[in-house]
Each structure stands twice: as C-alpha cells, then as structure tokens.
C-alpha cells in the first residue's frame, strides 16, 4: 500500500483501516490483509485506561508506532499525532511529526479543518504526508461536546469548507468521524481524496473502527456506528478462567509440558 494507490482507490474499491498499537495486533492485522493500520491516540484510551484522548503525549505514541511497525513492517501505517504535538507551534509540531515518521509510520494524522490547513500544507511541503480528520475531533470534545456533526445548514456548510481547506492544503485522506450520512456523502462526493468514516455512514471512500471496539473486547462500549465481529471479552475470560482453574486443580502443566532428562546423560 502507498499514497497513490491509497488515492486511486477512491470510488473504486473501498479502504479498510482499523487501529491497532502493539506488535501482535499489528501482525494479526497485517497477515489479514489490512489496507492501513492506524496507532490511533485512542490508544489513551484502550491502552492506558485514560478517559479521554487528550491524556497521552508523544513518548507514549512513539513507542505504540514502533511497535505496530515492527509487527506489520509491509502494511501502511498511520500514526495520530497526540494533543499538544501540533497546536503549540510550527516547528514543534514538525519536529514531532518526524519523530513519527522517524518511529515507523508512513503518515501522520491530526484534527482540524480551516484552523490547522497552513500547518498541513507546511507539512506536505517538507515531505510529510497528513492524513486529515473532521466532524468529531475528540482532542476537542471539552470544547465542541460528544454529538455528531453536520445536523444543520451551519455545520454542513462548516464541514465542506474544512475538507476543502485541509484538501488544498494536501491531505491525502480525510478521517469523517460522527457525521450525519448525508453531509458525509456530500463531502466524499465533493473532493478528490478519498474519505474514511467512523460513525460518518456508507457512502465514505472506506471505514476504520478500532482494534477493542470490533472485537469486542471494550464490552462496555457499544455506540451505534460499532458493529462488533467477536465476543472478545467473553471469550478471552473464558480462556483466562480454564487456565486458572487447570493450574488450581494441577492439570497444568501436563506430562507434555515438562522437560525429562536424556537417559545416560549427565546433562541438566
């Protein structure tokens, strides 16, 4: 996967990305045949155990990075950029962008429309390539709320324009996150680069959902865009508890798990 085959994509074959942020998941998904893998800041979240995304800093994102990168060294990896990487200043928020990059991933991704479009352009022209992301931003949700986005005139009109600017300032991909089916489309419909939604409906250019949410291993969370493809808490508890009860009865370790010393060696 690369950026011109990412932009080729669009209205030709949908996207598939999902989050993951260690090494296994990554390999997991990489031998699933992922598009684009994306070490999301949700990782605050999953990870972490934070309420919010607002909590994890860089030092903690480049070590997930790293790790997905190490676990699918062949898949198009993405990596969010943390609250406070981009928002201080430019050069801060170009240093941080290339330790990104410097960690693994092959794009970095960052919240905003209008606001941040003179960032993004000055990105892309020192060779970073930005994924955008619109609608819902959840390192602002102090501010905007947790609602869906593009309910009215206003907000519609407020989220075509930021595609636009972050577009012309050049994203190659836009995160639509909780935006109403119909402004979503517009938006797709409405620029050249292909779209990617979460909770943004069925007519973005792709879907990314998250690794814990999917496989259903955040019981607890359960928004209306998620559709869960495994009961992973259930069935990961499971397995904990049968592994507890096999050491609690000492049916583990079995014969086949111990090591026997070779007959007529003094070898340990």
């Known amino acids: 996967m690369s950026i011109k085959k990412i932009l080729k994509m669009k209205k030709k074959e949908k996207i598939a990305m999902i989050?993951?942020?260690?090494?296994?998941?990554?390999?997991?998904?990489?031998?699933?045949?992922?598009?684009?893998?994306?070490?999301g800041d949700s990782a605050s979240n999953v990870m972490i155990g934070?309420?919010?995304t607002i909590k994890i800093g860089m030092d903690e994102m480049l070590i997930f990075i790293n790790a997905v990168k190490n676990g699918a060294p062949n898949t198009f990896v993405v990596g969010d950029m943390p609250f406070?990487?981009?928002?201080?200043?430019?050069?801060?928020?170009?240093k941080n962008a290339g330790l990104i990059l410097k960690a693994g991933a092959d794009a970095v991704k960052l919240e905003g429309g209008k606001n941040v479009?003179?960032?993004?352009?000055?990105?892309?022209?020192?060779?970073?390539?930005?994924?955008?992301?619109i609608g819902f931003t959840p390192q602002s949700y102090k501010q905007i709320g947790i609602s869906s986005k593009g309910k009215n005139k206003t907000e519609e009109d407020f989220l075509l324009?930021?595609?636009?600017?972050?577009?012309?300032?050049?994203?190659?991909?836009?995160?639509?996150?909780?935006?109403?089916?119909?402004?979503?489309?517009?938006?797709?419909?409405?620029i050249s680069v292909?779209?990617?939604?979460?909770?943004?409906?069925?007519?973005?250019?792709?879907?990314?959902?998250?690794?814990?949410?999917?496989?259903?291993?955040?019981?607890?969370?359960?928004?209306?865009?998620l559709k869960k493809y495994l009961n992973g808490f259930e069935l990961f508890k499971e397995a904990i508890e049968n592994y507890s009860n096999d050491v609690k009865s000492g049916n583990f370790p079995a014969v086949e798990?111990?090591?026997?010393?070779?007959?007529?060696?003094?070898?340990k």
């Open 19 to 39: 989050t993951a942020y260690d090494y296994i998941s990554a390999k997991i998904a990489e031998a699933a045949g992922i598009d684009i893998i994306l070490v």
């Open 117 to 133: 479009a003179p960032l993004i352009k000055k990105m892309v022209d020192y060779g970073i390539p930005v994924m955008g992301h």
């Open 161 to 190: 324009e930021s595609a636009k600017s972050i577009e012309e300032a050049g994203v190659f991909s836009i995160v639509l996150e909780m935006i109403t089916e119909p402004v979503a489309k517009k938006i797709t419909d409405s």
């Open 257 to 267: 798990n111990v090591f026997k010393p070779i007959e007529g060696s003094d070898e």
């Open 194 to 225: 292909p779209t990617i939604g979460i909770g943004a409906g069925r007519f973005c250019d792709g879907q990314v959902l998250v690794w814990h949410d999917f496989l259903g291993l955040n019981k607890d969370f359960e928004p209306k865009f």
């Open 50 to 52: 934070n309420k919010d």
């Open 84 to 94: 406070l990487s981009y928002q201080v200043s430019e050069s801060e928020a170009i």
